[in-house]
């Protein structure tokens, strides 16, 4: 079955730094999204991209806040300087198509530490 | 928001049919019932989605009353892998869900 693929799985920075975190799409998707789950909070929504532009965000996403699609596989976020309340599980997911007869798939996280 | 409720948790016993109950008394015509579960903190899996007709597939059943202001998910014969946080959603597109509390399941042998 297809998958969403996210790396690292768990990631440790210290506070002020910079991540980027890593997402491979299930390949012939074109929706990609990314949401993130404070430890025992609910999963919240953080932005959806779609030909190589942003397509919602929500309140969570400023300006310390980035995706690309790099090429052609990789969608990634980037946390331009890290908080300590930026420790969560961020869950990408993708889509093959933006409409209510489709599922999406999600990824497996990666747990973000900041120190 | 979400506009679902849903109870905090239920218990089911292994091999019983779980039925897990959903509001959405405020639902408009073009959204669609979303259901998608949370093992432990892995990435929410889909489970199934309806309109307004019931859908069954490998996995669950979904009922949706006539009014559709509310649905009940039903795991035939939960196992302990089942046991997880269920979550209904309304939506009328995939361009952001709102994920509430959920149920938790708790499937006990």
């Known amino acids: 079955e297809p998958e969403v693929t996210q790396t690292p799985s768990h990631q440790v920075t210290q506070m002020g730094q910079e991540v980027i975190l890593r997402c491979v799409p299930i390949s012939n998707h074109l929706y990609f999204y990314w949401y993130r789950q404070i430890l025992g909070q609910k999963v919240e929504f953080l932005v959806s991209f779609y030909n190589n532009e942003i397509s919602e965000k929500s309140e969570i996403f400023d300006d310390q806040f980035s995706v690309e699609r790099p090429d052609g596989s990789n969608f990634t976020l980037k946390i331009r300087s890290t908080k300590l309340e930026d420790s969560a599980m961020y869950f990408c997911a993708s889509l093959p198509l933006r409409t209510q007869r489709t599922e999406a798939f999600f990824g497996q996280g990666t747990r973000l530490t900041v120190v | 928001d979400a506009k679902t409720t849903q109870p905090t948790s239920m218990d089911c016993a292994e091999g019983r049919a779980a039925n897990l109950p959903c509001n959405h008394s405020?639902?408009?015509?073009?959204?669609?019932v979303y259901w998608y579960r949370q093992i432990h903190s892995q990435g929410p899996q889909y489970i199934i989605h309806?309109?307004?007709n019931n859908e069954t597939n490998e996995m669950a059943s979904l009922i949706i009353t006539e009014d559709r202001k509310s649905s009940t998910l039903i795991l035939p014969h939960a196992t302990l892998r089942d046991t997880a946080v269920y979550y209904c959603?309304?939506?009328?597109?995939?361009?952001?869900?709102?994920f509430g509390s959920g149920t938790k399941l708790n499937v006990k042998p």
């Open positions: 959603i309304v939506s009328d597109n995939f361009n952001k869900f709102y």
């Open positions: 405020t639902i408009s015509g073009n959204e669609y």
């Open positions: 309806g309109l307004k």
